[in-house]
Protein backbone atom coordinates (compact mmCIF):
# COMPACT_ATOMS: atom_id res chain seq x y z
CA UNK A 1 0.00 0.00 0.00
CA UNK A 2 1.36 2.80 -0.71
CA UNK A 3 0.61 6.65 1.39
CA UNK A 4 0.48 9.56 -0.57
CA UNK A 5 0.48 13.19 1.04
CA UNK A 6 -1.10 16.04 -1.00
CA UNK A 7 -0.72 19.64 -0.53
CA UNK A 8 -1.14 23.09 -2.25
CA UNK A 9 -4.58 23.49 -2.30
CA UNK A 10 -6.50 26.46 -1.12
CA UNK A 11 -8.69 29.20 -2.10
CA UNK A 12 -8.42 31.25 -5.32
CA UNK A 13 -9.82 34.26 -7.68
CA UNK A 14 -10.98 33.03 -11.29
CA UNK A 15 -8.11 32.97 -13.66
CA UNK A 16 -5.76 32.65 -11.23
CA UNK A 17 -3.13 29.49 -10.76
CA UNK A 18 -2.17 26.97 -7.94
CA UNK A 19 0.22 24.12 -7.96
CA UNK A 20 -0.75 21.02 -5.88
CA UNK A 21 1.87 18.30 -4.94
CA UNK A 22 2.10 14.42 -4.06
CA UNK A 23 4.56 12.62 -2.64
CA UNK A 24 4.21 9.08 -2.27
CA UNK A 25 5.95 6.70 0.18
CA UNK A 26 6.38 3.77 -2.83
CA UNK A 27 9.47 2.21 -3.44
CA UNK A 28 10.05 2.33 -7.37
CA UNK A 29 7.71 5.23 -7.29
CA UNK A 30 8.97 5.30 -11.27
CA UNK A 31 6.82 2.17 -12.65
CA UNK A 32 3.51 3.65 -10.62
CA UNK A 33 0.80 5.45 -12.99
CA UNK A 34 -0.11 8.84 -10.66
CA UNK A 35 -3.13 10.85 -11.57
CA UNK A 36 -5.35 13.67 -9.78
CA UNK A 37 -9.34 13.15 -9.22
CA UNK A 38 -11.20 15.39 -7.61
CA UNK A 39 -15.06 15.35 -6.53
CA UNK A 40 -16.90 18.49 -6.35
CA UNK A 41 -19.91 18.48 -3.60
CA UNK A 42 -22.75 16.11 -4.78
CA UNK A 43 -20.97 15.02 -7.77
CA UNK A 44 -19.32 12.10 -9.09
CA UNK A 45 -15.81 12.06 -8.89
CA UNK A 46 -13.42 12.92 -11.86
CA UNK A 47 -10.33 11.38 -12.95
CA UNK A 48 -8.67 15.04 -14.03
CA UNK A 49 -4.85 13.72 -15.25
CA UNK A 50 -3.08 10.71 -15.55
CA UNK A 51 0.45 9.94 -15.92
CA UNK A 52 3.13 7.12 -16.77
CA UNK A 53 6.47 6.04 -16.09
CA UNK A 54 7.56 7.15 -18.98
CA UNK A 55 5.50 10.53 -18.82
CA UNK A 56 2.75 9.71 -21.39
CA UNK A 57 0.06 11.84 -19.81
CA UNK A 58 -3.67 12.00 -20.24
CA UNK A 59 -6.26 14.94 -18.87
CA UNK A 60 -9.93 15.45 -18.70
CA UNK A 61 -11.44 17.87 -21.58
CA UNK A 62 -12.27 19.99 -19.18
CA UNK A 63 -8.59 20.71 -18.51
CA UNK A 64 -7.20 20.16 -20.99
CA UNK A 65 -5.11 23.30 -22.22
CA UNK A 66 -5.06 24.47 -18.04
CA UNK A 67 -3.84 21.78 -15.64
CA UNK A 68 -0.62 20.02 -16.38
CA UNK A 69 0.27 16.94 -14.41
CA UNK A 70 4.09 16.21 -14.22
CA UNK A 71 5.99 14.20 -11.85
CA UNK A 72 9.94 14.10 -10.25
CA UNK A 73 11.28 10.32 -10.10
CA UNK A 74 13.67 11.75 -7.38
CA UNK A 75 11.43 13.26 -5.04
CA UNK A 76 8.73 11.01 -5.27
CA UNK A 77 6.15 13.52 -6.24
CA UNK A 78 3.91 14.36 -8.95
CA UNK A 79 2.38 17.64 -9.61
CA UNK A 80 -0.79 19.80 -10.45
CA UNK A 81 0.27 22.97 -12.18
CA UNK A 82 -3.91 24.62 -12.73
CA UNK A 83 -3.77 27.48 -14.21
CA UNK A 84 -7.12 29.80 -15.44
CA UNK A 85 -9.01 28.78 -12.65
CA UNK A 86 -13.03 28.34 -12.86
CA UNK A 87 -15.53 28.10 -10.02
CA UNK A 88 -16.35 25.06 -11.98
CA UNK A 89 -12.32 23.64 -10.71
CA UNK A 90 -13.78 23.92 -7.21
CA UNK A 91 -13.30 20.33 -5.35
CA UNK A 92 -11.22 18.05 -3.67
CA UNK A 93 -8.42 17.04 -4.96
CA UNK A 94 -7.42 13.28 -4.74
CA UNK A 95 -3.64 12.35 -5.70
CA UNK A 96 -3.78 8.26 -6.74
CA UNK A 97 -0.96 5.48 -7.41
CA UNK A 98 -1.33 2.14 -9.63
CA UNK A 99 1.03 -0.24 -10.86
CA UNK A 100 0.74 -0.97 -14.23
CA UNK A 101 -0.46 -4.49 -13.53
CA UNK A 102 -2.32 -3.91 -11.11
CA UNK A 103 -6.87 -3.05 -10.90
CA UNK A 104 -6.66 -1.03 -8.23
CA UNK A 105 -5.07 2.63 -6.96
CA UNK A 106 -3.97 3.51 -3.47
CA UNK A 107 -5.03 7.44 -2.53
CA UNK A 108 -4.41 10.31 -0.67
CA UNK A 109 -6.73 11.95 1.73
CA UNK A 110 -7.85 14.84 -0.41
CA UNK A 111 -6.66 18.84 -0.62
CA UNK A 112 -9.66 20.92 -1.32
CA UNK A 113 -9.02 24.11 -3.94
CA UNK A 114 -11.85 26.40 -3.92
CA UNK A 115 -12.14 29.10 -7.03
CA UNK A 116 -14.33 31.70 -6.02
CA UNK A 117 -14.45 35.89 -5.90
Known amino acids: QVQLVESGGGLVQPGGSLRLSCVAS????????MGWSRQAPGKQRELVATITSNTITNYADSVKGRFTISRDNAENTVYLQMNSLRPADTAVYYC???????????WGQGTQVTVSS
Open 26 to 33: ARDFNIYI
Open 96 to 106: HARLPWHANAS
